[in-house]
């Protein structure tokens, strides 16, 4: 049983800064790569950044580039998302996705997904 569990999101204000966590179980997630999506209300859930399984290789949406990093600790299976200077249109939940082989910005091709961590930007 492959299991991803996200933590860390919460309520900041526009400016402020957040780490979003997720922890890995079940299966050997070294070859895994791993992703971070978002779903706002009403709308489409959409790539946000990814990893490769070595680190070695990362990618981000348009949106968050420069202001986001995602890395990963593959002794601990976790990777993080760490969210400087967040805006009110990064309100989101947050999903943490894995898939083996390369890094992807398709959700479809990502087969494991967590339950969500909920991410407030007040203005």
């Known amino acids: 049983q492959v299991q991803l569990v996200e933590s860390g999101g919460g309520l900041v204000q526009a400016g402020d800064s957040l780490r979003l966590s997720c922890a890995a179980s079940?299966?050997?997630?070294?070859?895994?790569?791993r992703g971070w999506f978002r779903q706002a209300p009403g709308k489409e859930r959409e790539f946000v950044a990814a990893?490769?399984?070595?680190?070695?290789?990362?990618d981000y949406a348009d949106s968050v580039k420069g202001r986001f990093t995602i890395s990963r600790d593959t002794a601990l299976k976790m990777v993080y998302l760490q969210m400087n200077s967040l805006k009110p249109e990064d309100t989101a939940v947050y999903y943490c996705?894995?898939?083996?082989?390369?890094?992807?910005?398709?959700?479809?091709?990502?087969?494991?997904w967590g339950q969500g961590t909920q991410v407030t930007v007040s203005s």
């Open positions: 079940g299966r050997t997630f070294s070859s895994y790569a």
């Open positions: 996705a894995a898939k083996i082989g390369t890094v992807t910005r398709s959700s479809v091709l990502y087969p494991y």
């Open positions: 990893i490769s399984w070595s680190g070695g290789n990362t």
